[in-house]
Nanobody
């Protein structure tokens, strides 16, 4: 069992930065591939970024590549999303998810996402 809690969202001006955190409880965190997803009003949830269990492999949506960085600290059972050069179109609720399958890195979608956080709101003003 893994319980995920996101934090770090808020209101920021375009061009600014935020760092999201996803804290996990449970002893199996390090065995999961972790992903960040987002959902804007009226839109479907979309993939943002993913990281392997070791942190050595990452994947990004084309829309955030070069601006966002995903990382994890297994000792703290936490995954991060550093978001720079934010744009109004990045406005969404951001969710973290724990996926048992490495396919999340290749397919850029959930395949065996057992657990989701409750989400944190990110609003970017123009």
């Amino acid at each position: 069992q893994v319980h995920l809690v996101e934090s770090g969202g808020g209101l920021v001006q375009a061009g600014g930065s935020l760092r999201l955190s996803c804290a996990a409880s449970g002893r199996t965190f390090s065995s999961y591939y972790m992903g960040w997803f987002r959902q804007a009003p009226g839109k479907e949830r979309e993939f943002v970024a993913a990281v392997s269990w070791s942190g050595s492999s990452t994947a990004y949506a084309d829309s955030v590549k070069g601006r966002f960085t995903i990382s994890r600290d297994n000792a703290k059972s936490t995954v991060y999303l550093q978001m720079n050069s934010l744009k109004p179109e990045d406005t969404a609720v951001y969710y973290c998810a724990a996926d048992r399958s490495p396919a999340i890195l290749r397919l850029r979608r959930c395949n065996e996402c057992d657990y989701w956080g409750q989400g944190t709101q990110v609003t970017v003003s123009s």
